[in-house]
């Protein structure tokens, strides 16, 4: 049996003064690993985005169609609340100094609402549910009352935002 080992990545005999743990013959075949795992991830996470839209086409349909009927006609946008145990955590939320912000479907908004005309998905962080409230279409897009229950949804997808000013994993499950 041979005592030589091989680099993960060129396939080349890695040095014997080399640590026996060691998995790349030089620091140029593991910065190319790194650098491959880093392009991996900046894809596979530009595309998640897309990926929720395709995967819940169906779930966003109803959802726009719910929002419209539950809507009332001053209502031009709407907000999702997540009960973080002390209050409610509205979405979308813009930091202090920031003008726009991201939406879903890889467009910028300077709204602290999420539009109803043309139909912006929701983006949150956390797969729950959320209350739902209308927002009206008149600048400076006064909060609307709605005289019936709290609307509640489950949103079936999350996307990562940051920075929220409370840590995700301190919401209880029981409310979700």
Not at 38 to 55: D, H, Q, S
Not at 109 to 128: D, M, N, Q
Not at 137 to 148: M, R
Request: one cysteine or more.
């Amino acid at each position: 049996m041979s005592d030589e080992f091989f680099c993960v990545y060129c396939r080349k005999p890695i040095a014997g003064t080399r640590k026996r743990s060691a998995r790349y013959c030089g620091l140029e075949c593991r910065n190319k690993v790194t650098a491959a795992r880093r392009k991996e991830e900046t894809l596979k996470n530009r595309n998640l985005k897309e990926m929720i839209v395709k995967v819940h086409a169906d779930w966003l349909t109803t959802f726009h169609h719910e929002l419209l009927t539950w809507a009332i006609p001053e209502a031009g946008g709407y907000q999702v609340g997540l009960w973080i145990g002390q209050m409610t955590y509205w979405f979308p939320s813009m930091p202090e100094g920031t003008r726009l912000r991201n939406t879903l479907l890889r467009t910028r908004s300077r709204h602290s609402f999420f539009s109803l005309e043309p139909f912006e998905p929701p983006t949150v962080p956390l797969i729950a549910v959320y209350q739902v409230r209308f927002v009206h279409k008149i600048p400076p897009h006064p909060v609307l009352s709605i005289q019936d229950e709290k609307w509640r949804k489950w949103i079936p997808y999350a996307v990562p935002i940051r920075p929220l000013p409370f840590n995700l994993r301190a919401v209880p499950r029981d409310l979700r």
